[in-house]
């Protein structure tokens, strides 16, 4: 995953995502918790990649809905 304190660009480019830390996780879902983690802490994940998925800054805040929602019912 790689996420800014800025909202990502409509279409980030190679170099603009190269100048983002990675942050690495071992499955798909442990990634959207992390992601959904960054969004609730007011900052902005902007992909998420690995073999086989791609996921860019619209389609990870759509996925991270339900987990967030999960989220605020344990305040």
């Known amino acids: 995953m790689r996420f800014r304190t800025q909202p990502a660009p409509k279409a980030a480019t ?3 995502l190269e100048r983002l830390m990675p942050v690495h996780f071992s499955t ?7 992601a959904a983690l ?6 902005y994940p902007w992909l998420i990649a690995g073999p086989g998925v791609r996921l860019e ?4 805040g759509k996925r991270c809905e339900p987990i967030l929602m999960l989220l605020k ?3």
Do not use: F
Request: no cysteine.
């Open 57 to 60: 800054a619209r389609e990870i």
């Open 14 to 16: 190679q170099e603009q």
């Open 28 to 34: 798909e879902e442990d990634a959207l918790h992390g």
């Open 73 to 75: 019912g344990r305040q």
């Open 38 to 43: 960054v969004i609730r802490g007011g900052q």
